[in-house]
């Protein structure tokens, strides 16, 4: 009933930039807290940068000044900016949303995953 659909990742050379975008679909009654998180070939999933509700933004220490996560409520979407991108910066990139169904509780969705690879 709620979809999440990831776009924007690809290849890039390092010190290049890619723009993920991840919008939310469905039965939606409200969106709190909207965010990315990443894997890595052969490390846990971590969290990028994350949007709350309230308008605050945290990010992982090794991407401050070069990501930037905005919302948009209006189309229930989440983008991350990602500039100066260097390769350990290469991993699988899954937006997270946490989304309440009309009639329903809180509910953490994920997308697809979108690959995005940074080449020296």
């Known amino acids: 009933q709620v979809q999440l659909v990831e776009s924007g990742g690809g290849l890039v050379q390092a010190g290049g930039s890619l723009r993920l975008s991840c919008a939310a679909s469905?039965?939606?009654?409200?969106?709190?807290?909207m965010g990315w998180y990443r894997q890595a070939p052969g490390k846990q999933r971590e969290l990028v940068a994350v949007?709350?509700?309230?308008?605050?933004?945290t990010y992982l220490d090794s991407v401050k000044g070069r990501f930037t996560i905005s919302r948009d409520n209006a189309k229930n979407t989440v983008y991350l900016q990602m500039n100066s991108l260097k390769p350990e910066d290469t991993a699988v990139y899954y937006c997270?949303?946490?989304?309440?169904?009309?009639?329903?509780?809180?509910?953490?969705?994920w997308g697809q995953g979108t690959q995005v690879t940074v080449s020296l």
């Open positions: 949007f709350t509700s309230g308008g605050t933004t």
């Open positions: 997270n949303v946490n989304i309440k169904i009309p009639g329903g509780p809180m509910t953490i969705y």
């Open positions: 469905g039965s939606i009654f409200s969106i709190n807290a």
